[in-house]
Each structure stands twice: as C-alpha cells, then as structure tokens.
C-alpha cells in the first residue's frame, strides 16, 4: 500500500493534492493507498506520530502554515521532526509552497520541492515529479 501524508493549511491546496492524486493512482492503477491530510505542521507530525510503525511512503508538505516556530517555517520544523525517526529513512518529501527561498531549504533538507506557481502553471510537472516518488 502506497501511503502518502499532505500537509498544508490552505483548502484549497490539499484539495489540489488530492484531485491530482487520485489522478495519478489511477493512471498508474494503484488501487491500494491512503492519503492522510494535514490541516497544520502540528498535524502532520501527529499523523507521523500514528503511523511511526508503517512510514508514509511520501510526505507533501507547505512551508508557511502556522506562525508558531518562527523563526523557521512550519513546514521546516515538520520536515525536521519527520527526520528525526528511523523509519522515516526511506520517506520521500515535497516541499510546495510560495515560499521565495523553496529551493535552498529544501537542499538543507535532502528534500525535492515543487513551487507552487510552477504547480499550477505546468501540471504535468507536478505530476511527473509525483510519479517518480511513486514507482
């Protein structure tokens, strides 16, 4: 089972990561997965605290959500805390967010990212970079 955790503050964005998923298993006829969906960085590592015997196999996760880890992100501190378990060794994770300095905190992390004008813009690649996390 392909397990995949999402999160963003944003409605509008897990919904994007949702619909486009579900896309994506279905082009690629995987019918077992679980996507669980992050209202907040708290949230996710909540999830990441359930699921700790059986990792997600790919995590997406904004950078700006709540202000409560300032002076890094939300998403940063989220991604931190995911690496500090050993069974997430092998978890895959996305950054994608609006966030102007994406691509150097997302190197800091041994991460890949996404921004999300580029999302929009070029579905395909967003897709496509999915889809490498998932074969």
């Not at 992390?109 to 929009?120: C, E, L, N």
């Amino acid at each position: 089972m392909k397990k995949i955790l999402i999160a963003d503050d944003s409605y509008g964005w897990r919904e994007f990561h949702i619909t486009n998923l579900k896309e994506i298993f279905l082009e690629l006829e995987i019918d077992d997965y679980k996507l669980d969906i992050a209202n907040s960085a708290k949230e996710g590592y909540e999830f990441i605290m359930q699921n700790n015997n059986s990792p997600y196999d790919l995590v997406i996760t904004d950078l700006q959500m709540e202000e409560d880890f300032s002076p890094k992100y939300a998403g940063e501190w989220l991604i931190e805390q995911i690496k500090t378990f050993n069974k997430y060794f092998n978890t895959k994770i996305i950054i994608c967010s609006g966030c102007y300095n994406i691509k150097q905190i997302a190197e800091s992390y041994s991460a890949d990212y996404i921004p999300k004008r580029v999302a929009v813009a070029n579905i395909n690649n967003y897709k496509d970079k999915i889809i490498e996390y998932m074969s």
